[in-house]
């Protein structure tokens, strides 16, 4: 029997991966699994690393999962020693076509030029956006 968990979180992964290359992170890749040494599901670009939640667990979150989660993001953070760190959940009711919506957390609270990007829901698109007018991913 297939795990279908898994795999649904591998088309979520999967789904970040092109959405990030579709919008100025053309160097975004899904990682292979770290064991205890976890540095993230995708490696956005050198420094920024990202956690995603995918499927019917994450649609229907609640806060103790976050917690959790965000304890995973930032010890992979801190695996990968990197800048920042995302993780990404797929929000119900949007699927794999609209990751942009998808509800994005940011670690460690950070200020790029002016931008605040905090511990904080955010849509996905929305971080991305701010990530590249402070001159993170491909060139604007």
């Known amino acids: 029997m297939a795990n279908t968990s898994k795999a649904k979180g591998t088309r979520g992964e999967t789904a970040v991966v092109k959405y990030l290359r579709d919008n100025g992170f053309g160097l975004a890749e899904r990682r292979a699994l770290g064991g205890s040494h ?3 599901d995708i490696l956005i670009c050198p420094g920024l690393i ?3 939640k995918a499927g019917d667990k994450a649609k ?3 806060q103790s999962l976050l917690e959790k989660w965000m304890d995973e993001t930032r010890k992979e953070h801190s695996n990968a020693d ?3 760190a995302l993780l990404i959940v797929q929000r119900s009711p949007y699927g794999p076509e609209r990751v942009g919506m998808w509800w994005c957390w940011v670690t460690p609270v950070v200020r790029l ?3 605040p990007l905090r511990e904080a829901w955010s849509p996905l698109h929305l971080v991305i956006e701010t990530l590249r007018a402070t001159g993170w991913g491909d060139p604007l």
Do not use: I, P, R, T
């Open 38 to 40: 976890d540095m993230g």
């Open 82 to 84: 990197a800048v920042v």
């Open 60 to 62: 229907s979150f609640q």
């Open 50 to 52: 990202a956690e995603v």
């Open 113 to 115: 030029a002016g931008y």
